[in-house]
């Protein structure tokens, strides 16, 4: 007898929960980003990150290291059955003003594992991908 349900609408998969969690030190300044709730990625880039950050977290040409940590949890167990971190070193190639709290940066890597993070961009275009097919197939 097989577990896995015949209906295409409903994938095991589906109940891993996904979280990540990003990390911020200036290593520039010293100083660890306390308000790392508030970063906002906005795009993933091929050796790089541009993000939405508090406008006291950095300046233009400052060097941050950043940690990604991502756990899956399987919801239906409420077991943490996968995590990983990924660590980079990036400089802040570009910054620009988006309104009066808020920066928006552009860390351009320059240490990294770079298989690890082509996985990680291929890890979350797949989700993605997935997420779009299942809201697709809602509204049709």
Known sequence: MSLTPKNSWIDVRDFVKTSYTLTIKNISTHQPVKNAELVEVIELLDAGVVMKVPKNVTSAGH??????????????KGIKSYSSKLAVTGKVAELEPFNAEFNIITLQFYQFNTEHW???LREYEERQRAVDEITKKIQE
């Open 63 to 76: 060097i941050l290291m950043a940690t990604i940590d991502k756990k899956m949890i399987d919801s239906k």
């Open 118 to 120: 082509q996985r990680f």
